[in-house]
């Protein structure tokens, strides 16, 4: 799980105008995080427009520059997507199990998804019943080709 950690937990956020890191340190169980480090650096204009990467090298330049400056050693990092090319709903189903809603939700996505199915990375979390014959569940979605673009610089930057 991500939050129950004992080593520090890096989180990026790669914004239309800057690149931003956190390092937060647990405290220790169940008593929270304290952040660490913050960097940011700005990024020149248009290299990124609505969430599309248009230029990857200042990308990578000034994510190596936030992680030098706060000091970041961590290889591993927590980065959130948004824009266009994420979908995230609240959706009601009829009550399944868990083994069975994992079965059928591209099915159940595909009504709720304006992409292609073979063209997003589909994730989905269990609200809770909203009555005994219907359960409420979020549902996410994003482009393979955003994700890809994003791991990529930060794979490139290290």
């Not at 169940?30 to 290299?47: D, K, S, Y």
Request: net charge negative; proline share 5%.
């Amino acid at each position: 799980m991500l939050f129950s950690r004992s080593k520090p937990l890096v989180g990026l956020d790669i914004g239309t105008s800057s690149i931003k890191a956190a390092v937060l340190k647990p405290r220790g169980k169940g008593r929270g995080f304290t952040l660490q480090n913050l960097a940011m650096e700005p990024l020149p204009p248009e290299v990124i427009v609505e969430g599309a990467i248009m230029d990857s090298g200042p990308v990578i330049e000034a994510i190596n520059r936030v992680c030098e400056a706060g000091r970041i050693r961590q290889t591993e990092v927590a980065v959130a997507l948004s824009g266009n090319s994420v979908i995230v709903k609240r959706v009601s189903i009829p009550s399944m199990s868990d083994e069975e809603l994992a079965e059928s939700i591209h099915w159940e996505a595909e009504q709720y998804i304006p992409f292609d199915i073979e063209d997003v990375n589909i994730d989905y979390q269990v609200l809770g019943d909203s009555d005994g014959d219907q359960m409420d569940v979020l549902l996410v979605a994003v482009k393979k080709d955003k994700v890809n673009d994003y791991t990529s610089v930060i794979s490139q930057a290290g």
